[in-house]
């Protein structure tokens, strides 16, 4: 339902996540590979803007919290 958490303990590239945010749901992702973490975050963040016309206003060292929330673990 709309509203509703999704968690994906291998998010991987996002995937999840951008599906997530098209249903109205939030999400919440962990993933041990760095290099897919900044992956990730960057196809979130751009799917959410670009559905919302929103102006991107984010870099690749700062994470917009009430968009996406992801677990990196070493």
């Known amino acids: 339902d709309e509203g509703d958490v999704v968690y994906d303990p291998f998010s991987g590239t996002g995937t999840t ?15 041990i590979n760095s290099k897919l973490v ?10 959410w803007y670009n559905r ?7 870099n690749n060292n ?8 992801i677990i990196f673990i070493r």
Request: glycine share 8%; hydrophobic share 30%; charged share 30%.
């Open 17 to 31: 996540g951008v599906v997530a945010n098209r249903l109205g749901r939030e999400f919440i992702g962990s993933e």
């Open 38 to 47: 900044n992956i990730s975050k960057r196809r979130i963040i751009n799917d």
């Open 52 to 58: 919302t016309n929103r102006q991107r206003s984010f």
């Open 62 to 69: 700062t994470i917009d919290n009430t968009i996406y929330c």
